[in-house]
Nanobody, 130 residues
Framework: QQQLVESGGDLVQPGGSLRLSCTASGFTLNHYTLGWFRQAPGKEREGVSCISYSDGDTNYADSVKGRFTISRDNAKNTVYLQMNSLKPEDTAVYFC???????????????????????WGRGTQVTVSS
């Protein structure tokens, strides 16, 4: 079965850090641009970050620049999201996403790109609260 499985979500205090992981099974991630999206209650799913399949280029939503870092380990078939200086507004379910040979450019955060995602994980809950 081909799937993406996220882990690492938790309850953390403001200013804290978390590292999310997403591992693929049943297929390899080498030719997929990988990304993280998040969805807060009552809000649309929004793009957070992406990393290119070809040259490792990364992009970030303005709301997380300087605080979040995306990385990938193709040998482990895994993508990561290191989240530092977390804020209450980062609270959401975080989803990993894979797009076959898609570009990782600034338009990754436009709504239409969600329709181009080939595979989604089921999500992991991140709650930032004191």
């Amino acid at each position: 079965q081909q799937q993406l499985v996220e882990s690492g979500g938790d309850l953390v205090q403001p200013g804290g850090s978390l590292r999310l992981s997403c591992t693929a099974s049943g297929f390899t991630l080498n030719h997929y641009t990988l990304g993280w999206f998040r969805q807060a209650p009552g809000k649309e799913r929004e793009g957070v970050s992406c990393i290119s399949y070809s040259d490792g280029d990364t992009n970030y939503a303005d709301s997380v620049k300087g605080r979040f870092t995306i990385s990938r380990d193709n040998a482990k078939n895994t993508v990561y999201l290191q989240m530092n200086s977390l804020k209450p507004e980062d609270t959401a379910v975080y989803f990993c996403a894979a797009e076959l040979v898609g570009p990782c450019t600034t338009d990754y955060f436009n709504d239409y790109r969600r329709s181009q995602i080939d595979r989604w994980g089921r999500g992991t809950q991140v709650t930032v609260s004191s």
